[in-house]
């Protein structure tokens, strides 16, 4: 046994290392697009959701051509309204006691970062420019938004990893910054599921991380998940929230642009939950996507469980914004 023991160690010393257990990749297919921006090259970037309750087939989305301005689509992917905006990098809309506000990060000035404040007009499906607001230092990239106890907070991400957290008032398009976070390096997309204060932000090369959103909370990050280079390949872009009832279920969803796919986690238990790519059918697939938004609940027959909207980073001759139904997502990974 003495002599068979060091040929044993120095086998496993020269055994290959344990490969990573493979993870399985779905597919779906998109279901609709929005007609394409105008600008060629990389141009669209984030779009966001809102959803007529009164009447789901009738909502809107509003996408960033990032060299410039924001679109207001229907459901049909038909251009509603293109406003001149400038350089708008991401959005987002809240509900609010003024109406639905749409707020953009502002790259116009790389050197000074600004949101920019617009209402959705959901009768004309037009957005009303209401102005600019001053937030700090920095090339404006992320932007996401909390309504909560009457207080309208943006979340900006510099491009550098700093977050800046401001409270607006949209009838005087002012805000005031209340708290700054930061990470380390180039991050972007950001997300707050507003029914447990979580604020998640996705620091492009090294993975997913979340805060307390509000004011009062840490500054320092809890990290969610991490590149791997099987759940999460870099870049890690867009992420949206799939909210599920009124606790805390359902997903958070992060576009893997690395790989051309996207990575659900559970809210409650943080714990990975699948991946998915969206391939060509009656509409081409998705590519290299930076924004995303996800929305769950009826958007009419095409769209009965939910609605996602995928940027598309290779849609030729310009880029657009695919939709997909949260339905056909469920039953390929097999969500309840």
């Known amino acids: 046994m003495r002599a068979v023991l060091p040929i044993l160690l120095l086998l496993a010393a020269c055994?290959?290392?344990?490969?990573?257990?493979?993870?399985?990749?779905?597919?779906?297919?998109?279901?609709?697009?929005?007609?394409?921006?105008?600008?060629?090259?990389?141009?669209?970037?984030?779009?966001?959701?809102?959803?007529?309750?009164?009447?789901p087939a009738a909502s809107l989305i509003v996408g960033t051509d990032k060299q410039a301005g924001l679109y207001v689509y229907d459901l049909a992917g038909r251009v509603r309204d293109f406003n001149n905006a400038g350089r708008v990098n991401n959005v987002d809309l809240a509900e609010t006691p003024a109406g639905v506000i749409v707020a953009a990060s502002d790259r116009s000035d790389e050197a000074n970062a600004?949101?920019?404040?617009?209402?959705?007009?959901?009768?004309?499906?037009?957005?009303?420019?209401?102005?600019?607001v001053p937030a700090g230092a920095g090339e404006a990239y992320g932007m996401c938004l909390w309504q909560s106890n009457a207080v309208l907070t943006a979340f900006i991400v510099i491009k550098d990893g700093t977050i800046r957290q401001i409270e607006l008032d949209p009838a005087k398009a002012t805000g005031r910054i209340v708290r700054s976070m930061k990470l380390a390096t180039q991050s972007e997309g950001c997300v707050v599921d507003p029914r447990t204060a979580r604020l998640y932000v996705?620091?492009?090369?090294?993975?997913i991380w979340r805060w307390d959103a509000r004011a009062s909370g840490s500054p320092k990050p809890v990290k969610l998940a991490g590149v791997d280079k099987a759940r999460l390949f870099d870049d890690v872009e867009g992420l949206a929230i799939a909210a599920q009832g009124n606790g805390n279920g359902g997903w958070l969803v992060a576009s893997s642009q690395g790989d051309n796919a996207y990575a659900l986690f559970n809210l409650a238990d943080e714990r990975f939950a699948g991946r998915f790519r969206t391939v060509d059918g009656a509409v081409g697939g998705t590519q290299e996507t930076d924004g995303i938004?996800?929305?769950?609940?009826?958007?009419?027959?095409?769209f009965p469980a939910g609605l996602m909207v995928a940027q598309d980073g290779e849609n030729a001759p310009t880029q657009n914004f695919k939709l997909v139904s949260w339905a056909k997502v469920q039953a390929a990974l097999g969500l309840r």
Do not use: C, K, Y
């Open 15 to 55: 055994s290959p290392p344990a490969v990573a257990p493979s993870v399985q990749t779905a597919s779906v297919t998109a279901d609709g697009e929005t007609a394409a921006v105008r600008n060629s090259d990389d141009a669209a970037d984030d779009p966001a959701i809102w959803r007529n309750a009164a009447n």
């Open 114 to 132: 600004h949101i920019a404040l617009f209402r959705l007009d959901t009768a004309a499906a037009r957005l009303v420019p209401l102005g600019r």
């Open 202 to 207: 996705a620091e492009e090369d090294v993975g």
């Open 293 to 302: 938004a996800v929305m769950l609940g009826d958007f009419g027959p095409r």
